[in-house]
């Protein structure tokens, strides 16, 4: 329990910026559920390069305001793009 001021402002702070970092993650688990559902349905190429980029879009926003490092960033859009690049191939 905050007993000063400036300990009770950082309990707010800290509130606040575990929403904004939650909303970010989910956005980012969203996104990434979809495009894994696009691929197990079996959609057509073009339609999963979009949602690769619109996850490219999303775990760059998270690593530029630190929700996640970039380096988790990275790595996770390392492995999306394997995916992505398997499933073009099987596809052709």
């Given at each position: ?7 009770k ?7 606040k ?20 559902k696009?691929i197990?349905?079996?959609?057509d ?14 775990l760059d ?14 790595r ?17």
């Amino acid at each position: 329990m905050p007993n000063n001021a400036s300990a009770k402002k950082r309990v707010r702070q800290t509130a606040k910026k575990t929403m904004i970092n939650k909303a970010v993650k989910t956005k980012f688990r969203n996104a990434s559920k979809k495009l894994y559902k696009a691929i197990e349905q079996g959609e057509d190429v073009s339609s999963v390069a979009t949602m690769l980029s619109e996850v490219y879009s999303t775990l760059d926003k998270a690593a530029k305001v630190g929700t996640i490092h970039k380096n988790t960033a990275s790595r996770k859009k390392a492995r999306l793009t394997a995916t992505v690049k398997s499933y073009v191939q099987a596809k052709q």
